[in-house]
């Protein structure tokens, strides 16, 4: 009797196993190799979309000349010498004494003059290491910002002549905000503020004829205006939950709430009529813990390349992108990766393509006086990174005219060549060198990009941090600058998609957008 009941158990053990297991592979995504007789092209899109978006793709009449000339004007130019400043910088002040997060405590103290003297070192540090210091105003806006602080500092200090480190990281916060740097940072705090998408999400737009609508019931109303301007400037590319082409409402603002309200003017018979619609604004996940930075997967035969983030693991992707080479389809998906190297990322775009990239597509320069050099070998010592390359980047780069920058370099202008598709991925937690890769691939033929409006931190870059050396804040300001060749910046905006879709559904409508239009 035992005996039967021991099989009737292991009989019923085996059996929910299978289940299980049949249940698995029904639902597990089909990773089957790509056959050679697949064909993967843009010719499936309608000419229309097609035509939007090349429309999207950035484009410039200007000559180098002109891009040099214009963008010369974003530089600082009143350096006399790579040595000024310098003398007012003590020589260890970084390396010696790290950044505290217990200084940010409250009832932490600082006498009046140790607080203006960490005002004067970062004032000091900025008007000589920080490449947007002419943009955002340069002496004249720097100058007057300085002063309005220490007099903030005056008035708040105590009978003692102290003031809290508390107040103090507070009062440089607001008199900085006026700095749209998507990378400046002060004890880790953004300053600028970020452009976010609102969607109505059960809402689609039809178009026919170039002329949009609104359906309700049987009915449809043409849409005249929305918030008072042409309806095109918010409507949008987007993909419905079977990757089909839709069209959706996208409102940018810089603002934090949930949700806004727009007002939409319709035409109705012979009258205008007004609707009003609430918006969501669209947030990205929270990034949930990557055991890996760096992982490939195929999806019905579709190479899938997920890069988390660029700092460590992503030397196989620069290798991937040569092993998979023959591909004719892949999908790159850069959604909440915010930053780290980029130079694994030009290899995996040089190998995959067969297009040498190996530098910004932007109209860029660095400054390179001896106060930048040392905010950026300081990061080096703090951080116990090699100081190899930055020295031999500093002993090979080519000095202009402009006194303290590099020569200004600029970018080739022609589209470069690609004969497979590449779709990415990108949300609003997509930053610095993701941005970087989006930038690059945007230069190329049958490149297409799918999710929400990146991060917005490219403009200002380069490893540099100063450590106050009273309060120990930590301000991490770029040394070098760049911007597109349309000379938009992009700081705090991001760079937009072709098609507007929310992160947490863009892989599975994109898997369905290439068997819909891609896949032949």
């Known amino acids: 009797m035992k005996s039967i009941k ?24 089909m990773e089957v190799e790509a056959t050679n007789n697949v064909e993967y092209t843009l010719n499936g899109l309608p000419a229309d979309i097609v035509e939007q978006i090349d429309a999207h793709r950035i484009t410039t009449d200007l000559s180098t000349e002109e891009m040099e000339k214009k963008f010369k004007k974003y530089l600082y ?18 390396i010696k004494d790290g950044f505290s997060e217990y200084m940010l405590v409250q009832g932490h103290m600082l006498t009046y003059e140790e607080a203006e003297e960490d005002v004067n070192y970062l004032f000091t540090n900025m008007k000589y290491g920080y490449a947007g210091y002419e943009y955002f105003g340069g002496d004249e806006k720097f100058n007057k910002v300085k002063r309005k602080i220490v007099e903030e500092v005056k008035k708040s200090k105590d009978e003692y002549g102290r003031i809290e480190t508390i107040a103090f990281n507070q009062i440089i ?10 990378n400046f940072r002060i004890n880790y705090m953004a300053l600028t503020d970020t452009t976010y ?10 178009k026919d004829h170039n002329i949009f609508y609104i359906k309700e019931g049987n009915k449809k109303y043409p849409i005249l205006s929305i918030e008072g301007k042409d309806p095109v400037n918010y409507i949008k590319l987007s993909l419905d939950e079977d990757g089909k082409i839709i069209y959706k409402i996208v409102y940018l603002k810089d603002i934090r709430k949930a949700s806004l309200d727009i007002h939409i003017t319709l035409k109705d018979k012979e009258k205008e009529v007004q609707k009003k619609m609430k918006l969501k604004r669209v947030i990205p996940p929270r990034k949930g813990l990557q055991l890996n930075d760096y992982e490939f997967k195929k999806i019905q035969g579709i190479p899938v390349f997920k890069v988390s983030s660029f700092y460590s693991d992503v030397e196989k992707l620069s290798k991937d992108g040569l092993k998979y080479v023959d591909e004719k389809i892949a999908i790159l998906d850069l959604r909440g990766n915010g930053e780290g190297r980029i130079d694994y990322g030009w290899e995996w775009i040089s190998n995959f393509t067969k297009n040498k990239v190996n530098s910004f597509n932007l109209i860029n320069s660095e400054i ?16 116990n990174f090699k100081t190899e390359k930055f020295q031999e980047y500093y002993n090979s780069i080519k000095k202009s005219d402009l006194v303290g920058w590099e020569k200004i370099s600029t970018p080739k202008l022609e589209k470069l060549k690609n ?7 990108f949300d609003k937690n997509s930053a610095s060198a993701s941005e970087v890769m989006i930038s690059n691939l945007s230069r190329m033929d049958n490149v297409i990009f799918i ?4 991060a917005g931190a490219l403009n200002i870059h380069g490893p540099a941090i100063n450590i106050l050396p009273n309060s120990k804040f930590r301000v991490k300001a770029g040394c070098g600058i760049g911007i597109e060749t349309d000379f938009v910046w992009r700081d705090g905006i991001g760079y937009f998609p072709d098609f507007w879709v929310e992160s947490d559904e863009a892989l599975d409508r994109t898997i369905k957008f290439i068997n819909n239009y ?3």
């Open 6 to 29: 021991t099989k009737l158990i292991l009989f019923g053990m085996v059996s929910v196993l299978i289940i299980f297991s049949i249940v698995f592979i029904l639902n597990k995504p």
């Open 77 to 94: 130019n009143n350096y006399t010498s790579l040595e000024e400043g310098l003398d007012q910088i003590p020589k260890n002040d970084q």
């Open 173 to 182: 916060i607001n008199n900085l905000s006026f700095i749209k740097d998507g």
């Open 197 to 206: 998408a609102f969607m109505n999400k059960n809402e689609n737009i039809m």
């Open 368 to 383: 390179i006086t001896e106060v930048s050099k040392k905010r950026v070998l300081d990061i080096c010592h703090t951080n």
């Open 419 to 425: 004969d497979k598709v590449i779709i990415v991925l």
């Open 451 to 454: 999710g929400m409006n990146s």
């Open 518 to 520: 891609i896949k032949h």
